[in-house]
Every structure is written in C-alpha cells, then in structure tokens.
C-alpha cells in the first residue's frame, strides 16, 4: 500500500510534464521560422481570355465655342446664362460701341467732304480743258508763244490726275465707313451653332481683351471621354473597339461606348496614350464637363491557351516563374508569359502544361529549400 | 542509489510545478522581449526584402525613401534605366497615413508601384489571397494585418479602391502594414490636399497679381494647372543585372546622375543602424533588465527552496550523506527547474503571448537555444548560494531545530 501514493503521484507528474514536453517539441518545429510554410496550389487552366484595358479619363466636349469680340471694349449686354440652350444665329449679348457711333458720322462727314473734293477737282479740270483747247487755236493762229500752250496743257493733265485722287479718295472714306459699320454689327456675339452655354466669363460693364471669351458654347451631342491609358497597358487599344464607361457619379451604372480614336500624340511625360471615346447614347441628364470616368475597354477574345494567376508569379533571380511542387519538394520553373486580363489571368507560353500544379498563395516567401504544407486556403484569411 | 533530487520533487511536486509554472511565465515574457526586438530589425529587413531591389535611388543627399523623405522627378528612371548593369528600375512611394474603411481607420503605409507586370521591383513579392493589381488605378493590394478583406473598398484621400488582393508581412519599419496602390494614384494621394485647400490655393493664386494679369486673361488657368501637378516620386528601385556587383553600378548612378544612390547593406544600415536604433534600443535594455531580474528571481527560488528544506539537509548530513549527494540534489532540482521553466517559457511566449503583441514578434530558434543555455546556467548559477547554505547548515539542527 506504501507504494500506491507514489504511484499516483508519479502519474500525476507525468501526465503534467510529457504532454508539456510534447507541446514544447510542437512549439518549436511546427511555429515560427521552423514551421513549415502553408501553401495553395492551384492548375494550370485552358481558357480563353478576354483582355481588357482599363484608364480614366475626363468628359469633354469635341466642338467649344469661345464666343467674344473681335477688338477690346466694353461688354454692354449679355442676355443669356450658364446652362441656357441656344440656337444657330442668337444674339447672346453686345458689345458697348463707345466712340463707334461718333466715328461713323465722322467718316459721313468725310465722305461729304470727299464728294465736295470731287466737284472742285471736275470743275477745275472743266475750266484746265477749256484752257487748253483756247490756247492750241491760239498757238495755231500765232497769237501765243508755244511755252503758254504747253503750260495750259499740263494743267488740264494736273487738273486730270487731282480728279482722279479725289475719286480715289471717296473711295476709301466709303470703305472706311464701311468697315466701321461692319465692326458695328460685330458687336454682337452671336451663337455659331445650337448649343449649349458652359461658361459665362465677362458680365456687362467688364473691359475684354480682342480674343478673350465672353461666353463659352459646347455642342452637348458632341461629349466625349479624353481616357488615358497607362501605356505599358495600351496593347491593343484601337478605334472601333466597344468600351463600357463607369461615371464618377453614377458608381453602379455602366454607359456604352466605343473608342472613337487613338490619339497619334501619346503623352510624353505621364507616360501614356490618349484616346478619344464616345457615348453610344448620351446619358441623359447631360454629365457635367470635366466628370472623372473610368473606362474598360474590352479586346478580342483570345484562343484558349494556359492560364495562370499572376498571384502565382514569382521574380527570382532575373527570371519569372512561378514555384512547383515536385515529389513534395519546391522546384521554380521559369516561365514566359502572354497576354493578361484584368482579372488578373495570364496566358503562360512557355514552362507550363495545363493540368500542372503550381503555387499561387504562400504564407511566407518561398524558397527551394522550404518546408512546405499545402492546405486550401492560408490560415487568417476569411473566405 | 536513488535520486534524491526526484525523490524531493515527488515529495512536493504540486509546489515545484507550479514554482516552475511561475518561472515560465517570467521565462516566456522575457523571450517574448527578445522576440519583439528581432521583430522589430526583421520589420526592417522585410520591408528591403519585399521591395526586391538592388539599389535606391533617392534624392541628393537624402536619407530616403525610409529613413528621410526623398523626391525625385517621375523620369529620372528613363536615364538610369539606360545605364550598364541595370536590369529594371521602378518608381515607388511611400507614404504613412490613416486609410479610412467605414467607421474605423488603420495606420497604414501606403506603397505606389509602377505598372508592370508581377516581380516589377516594388510589387509584393507574394500574396495569401486575391491577385496582383491589373488596373492602373483604384485597385489595392493590402496587408493581411490591415485586416482589410478582399472585395472591400478602402478610401485614400479622395479615392476608393478595391482590395483586390492580399499579402503577409509587408510592413514599414515601424510595423504599419502596407497598402500597395497603382503609382499615378499614390503620387495624387501624396500630393492632393483637401478640397478647402486647393479652393484657398486657387483663390490665393488669383489675387496675386503676377499671375492673374487682365491682359492675359489665359496666365491664371495655367499657373493652377501648374500647381496641381505631382511629378515626384520617392525613390526608383533599381534591380541589378545578374554578373554586375551593385555597388559598382551605384557608383556610376552617383557619379553621373548626381543622386545619392544606397545598396542593400548600406540601407539596411540605415534603417536597422538609424531609424529603428533607439527604439530597438529602448527594447533591448529591457530585455537585459528583464534577464538581469529573472535571474535574481531565479536566484531567490531556489535559495528559498533550498532553505525550506534545510531541516531535511541537516538530516541528510546527520546520516553521513556526502557533500557531493546534496550538492547534485540542489543542481538537479535547479536544472530541472529551470527545463520545466524553459519549456513553459517557451511554449507561452509562442502560443500565447507572441500573437497578442500588435507587431511582429520573432522567436528565433537561435534565440531560444541561447536562452535555454542562459537559463540553466542562471540555475546551476543560484545554486551556488544555495549550496553554499545547505554544505554550513550544522546536523545538529536536525535535533535541536
């Protein structure tokens, strides 16, 4: 009976400390940089892939009209407002003609003038004939010296040419007057085409600069989208390709499109290209000019061919490739590469065969010499 | 011949273990110490590691893009992209800042990498779920530790993203997990200033005259442009081709590209040596105080275990047991002390307190062999004393008590 206590005792310890010990063995091997290293595999796959491209852009509009006046002055009326429709041929507003008025009688003044300069010059040359033809009888007859006669005669010429220059002149003040009645009418700004006003710069009694906006016009069935692409992802973008465009406002809503052109200027600095797209219906209401949109521009549809995740794809020492589990051991294969969606599927040309296992998630960075355990998804991650 | 030294702990055995129990726990926090200070430098480490590069290429004179802020024009990559011996070179940005998800925000690092296709220097390296970023803008690759989930739309700045994959320790120096974001997008999340701000910009451009002259009515729409532009990066990593030695590449980035141009150790120095250094320092004196105190407590639990059995010894000496018997008994109770404790150390520090630490906490298995050599040599240490007062102890006071 002296040995049952211990006995108990004994037990007691063991059962405390072997399973200590056996945690501990635990603790050591299987957690922290011993631990072998969770993986997923996934298969290689024969799909076909739609490629995409995706950029942003703004919405523009193609044709803008800055409407303004053709030299400086003052703005007199402006009759209409930011968001107004206008038609083909609308007056918007007028210039002030200040001094123009004044101007205009001036020049009538002058043109009376010049008619009055006209009648002197006629009557001048009238009396320089009758001069001229008296003196030849008389020369004629041996009255008077040839000297007079040449004289008489170089006056009607005189008289001749004044005549002509007082014409000349008349001429001129009516043009003048002319241009000046035309620049009268052009005080008014009137709307090239129907549109839309976007812009109103200048209020009445605002001194404008020649060329300087007053008020700016877009043709709203002319909106486009300005979208940039990144050019390391603008393989493929062409004219005529459909494009589904996602408006900041409008987060859940897809609009149609199609790429209307690809700009032959790409952007030197941002390092990317240009493409104009078009609605195939314009959103009504009209987005606001200037709108961020995000654009998916989708591509042909490939051939099938294997696909991988390009979560798989791994960059060791200059090569890509993605890990392999080997008779249970790590092996990188290198593998060149095709074309990617943006589900983020790459086409695989070369290294890999469809049906083949590769490593797409790991828990830590792999190497060849890691222990490894595959599992179905890496422990934390919530499905 | 039986063991004393087991003999005695059977004899106790409910107050040895849980004496040993409490040794753990003093043992377990202390390697967590020790974990959280390799923690930290591997915080360092990995953020080197996962950007995948050779060299940084920062601004003159800088310390960046870790340790100092650097900003380098967005080209500059075309002309050392050209250079001999470099096989790739990619733009990145680092910025820390609160991303917002619903009600709550995260302290994160957010990462702009250049497009590319995975392995571009700057992508990270591997992921746990999800897929690399395809879009070039609004997609993000988050840190599992953000405690982001996939399919979630995150805000930076203006923005929101799609998390669309994730990935394990990628962290900044201090800890933050990262976000990686398309490039284009951190460079306007770096530079973009609320929208009060850019009013106020634009109103203060407006009224200074230089730039809005009546006779130029087209000067102001230009100079706003102008200012809302950000054509600066942090650094370009720079991947050396395969038979170049970096540090000879980066010389001749230095020398004619004029930029300050730092190689793996060289960084690493920065930010184990600089950034981290009193932080880590901070960590480390603890862990030598926390070792210092454990090895008194040590010290003292087995005085007092020893000095609890002093009748006991005195007794053994009365009978004529040799010295050498209660020395062996005093060191085995102290080493098997001392194992018990390491091991319940050990094994707290892994299960229980290392994943309740917000950061990283590394238990090196290198770390836990020269812990367990300083324990048993802190015990066979205190025993010292012990034995000390056990070898005086007179036999009489077997008798006289």
């Known amino acids: 009976m002296k040995r049952l206590p211990i006995k108990i005792r004994t037990l007691a310890l063991i059962s405390i400390l072997v399973p200590l010990f056996a945690l501990f063995v635990y603790v050591a091997f299987r957690s922290g940089p011993l631990a072998p290293v969770s993986i997923v595999l996934t298969t290689v796959e024969n799909k076909s892939l739609s490629p995409a491209l995706f950029g942003i852009g703004t919405i523009e509009a193609r044709y803008t009209y800055k409407i303004g006046p053709t030299f400086a002055g003052r703005v007199k009326s402006l009759d209409i407002h930011v968001g107004e429709h206008v038609k083909a041929g609308q007056v918007l507003g007028e210039m002030d003609p200040v001094d123009l008025d004044g101007r205009i009688k001036a020049q009538d003044a002058t043109l009376k003038?010049?008619?009055?300069?006209?009648?002197?010059?006629?009557?001048?040359?009238?009396?320089?004939?009758?001069?001229?033809?008296?003196?030849?009888?008389?020369?004629?007859?041996?009255?008077?010296?040839?000297?007079?006669?040449?004289?008489?005669?170089?006056?009607?010429?005189?008289?001749?040419?004044?005549?002509?220059?007082?014409?000349?002149?008349?001429?001129?003040?009516?043009?003048?007057?002319?241009?000046?009645?035309?620049?009268?009418?052009?005080?008014?700004?009137?709307?090239?085409?129907?549109?839309?006003?976007?812009?109103?710069?200048?209020?009445?009694?605002?001194?404008?600069?020649?060329?300087?906006?007053?008020?700016?016009?877009?043709?709203?069935?002319?909106?486009?989208?300005?979208?940039?692409?990144?050019?390391?992802?603008?393989?493929?973008?062409?004219?005529?390709l459909s494009a589904q465009i996602r408006l900041r406002s409008q987060a859940g809503e897809m609009q149609?499109?199609?790429?209307?052109?690809?700009?032959?200027?790409?952007?030197?600095?941002?390092?990317?290209?240009?493409?104009?797209?078009?609605?195939?219906?314009i959103p009504d209401p009209m987005p606001p000019i200037g709108e961020l949109a995000e654009v998916t521009i989708t591509l042909p549809t490939l051939a099938a061919a294997p696909v991988i995740s390009n979560a798989a794809i791994h960059h060791i020492d200059g090569r890509l490739g993605v890990w392999q589990v080997i008779d249970g051991d790590l092996r990188f294969t290198p593998v060149s590469l095709g074309i990617a969606d943006l589900e983020g599927r790459v086409q695989v040309r070369e290294g890999l065969k469809i049906g083949d296992q590769v490593v797409i998630y790991s828990e830590n960075p792999l190497n060849e010499h890691s222990r490894i355990h595959i599992v179905d998804h890496i422990p934390g991650v919530t499905q | 011949m039986i063991n004393l030294a087991g003999r005695d702990i059977m004899h106790s055995w409910g107050k040895f273990v849980f004496t040993a129990m409490g040794l753990g726990l003093l043992i377990g926090v202390t390697l967590s110490m020790a974990g959280i200070y390799r923690g930290m430098v591997d915080d360092a480490k990995v953020l080197l590691d996962n950007s995948g590069a050779d060299l940084w290429v920062v601004q003159k004179d800088t310390l960046g893009p870790y340790a100092e802020s650097s900003s380098i024009y967005d080209d500059t990559w075309r002309g050392i992209r050209g250079m001999q011996g470099v096989d790739q070179t990619a733009n990145i940005t680092y910025l820390t800042m609160q991303v917002r998800k619903e009600a709550r925000d995260v302290r994160v690092m957010v990462t702009g990498i250049a497009p590319g296709e995975p392995g571009t220097p700057g992508w990270p390296p591997y992921l746990v779920a999800g897929r690399q970023?395809?879009?070039?803008?609004?997609?993000?690759?988050?840190?599992?530790?953000?405690?982001?989930?996939?399919?979630?739309?995150?805000?930076?700045?203006?923005?929101?993203?799609?998390?669309?994959?994730?990935?394990?320790?990628?962290?900044?120096?201090?800890?933050?997990?990262?976000?990686?974001?398309?490039?284009?997008?951190?460079?306007?999340?770096?530079?973009?200033?609320?929208?009060?701000?850019?009013?106020?910009?634009?109103?203060?451009?407006?009224?200074?005259?230089a730039f809005n002259q009546p006779g130029v009515p087209a000067l102001l729409d230009a100079v706003i442009a102008s200012q809302s532009t950000n054509p600066y990066v942090n650094a370009i990593l720079v991947r050396v081709e395969t038979g170049h030695d970096p540090e000879e590449v980066a010389e001749s980035i230095r020398r004619w590209k004029r930029l300050t141009v730092y190689t793996r150790s060289q960084m690493e120095e920065i930010l184990v040596g600089k950034l981290i250094a009193t932080s880590s320092k901070q960590i480390a004196m603890f862990l030598v105080i926390l070792s210092i105190v454990s090895s008194v407590i040590v010290a003292f639990i087995i005085y007092t275990l020893t000095l609890g059995k002093i009748r006991e010894i005195a007794v053994l000496k009365l009978i004529g047991t040799k010295n050498r018997t209660i020395v062996g008994l005093i060191v085995q109770q102290s080493i098997a002390l001392g194992l018990i404790g390491f091991v319940v150390g050990k094994i707290s520090a892994t299960l229980l307190m290392a994943p309740i630490f917000p950061k990283y906490v590394l238990l090196e298995p290198l770390d836990s062999v020269l812990g367990f050599i300083a324990v048993i040599m802190i015990c066979v240490m205190s025993s010292i004393i012990a034995i000390r007062v056990a070898l005086k102890v007179d036999p009489a006071e077997a008798i006289g008590g």
């Open chain 2, 133 to 209: 970023i395809t879009r070039s803008h609004y997609e993000a690759v988050a840190d599992i530790a953000s405690g982001f989930k996939l399919g979630e739309h995150i805000q930076i700045r203006r923005n929101q993203y799609t998390v669309v994959g994730l990935t394990r320790r990628m962290v900044s120096s201090n800890g933050d997990p990262m976000v990686f974001i398309p490039l284009k997008d951190a460079q306007e999340a770096q530079f973009l200033k609320d929208n009060d701000a850019i009013r106020e910009q634009r109103r203060r451009t407006a009224e200074n005259p």
């Open chain 1, 113 to 240: 003038r010049a008619n009055a300069q006209i009648s002197e010059a006629q009557v001048r040359k009238n009396y320089a004939k009758t001069q001229a033809l008296r003196y030849e009888q008389l020369l004629k007859a041996g009255y008077t010296s040839e000297e007079v006669a040449d004289a008489k005669r170089q006056e009607l010429l005189v008289a001749e040419a004044a005549l002509t220059g007082a014409r000349e002149e008349l001429s001129r003040v009516r043009s003048e007057r002319e241009a000046l009645e035309a620049q009268r009418s052009n005080l008014s700004l009137i709307a090239p085409v129907d549109g839309l006003i976007v812009s109103r710069d200048a209020d009445p009694g605002t001194t404008v600069v020649a060329g300087q906006a007053v008020v700016e016009l877009i043709d709203p069935y002319s909106l486009w989208v300005n979208v940039r692409f990144d050019q390391i992802r603008a393989r493929g973008l062409a004219a005529g």
């Open chain 1, 256 to 281: 149609t499109g199609r790429v209307l052109r690809v700009e032959p200027l790409a952007d030197v600095v941002t390092e990317e290209v240009l493409a104009k797209v078009v609605f195939d219906q």
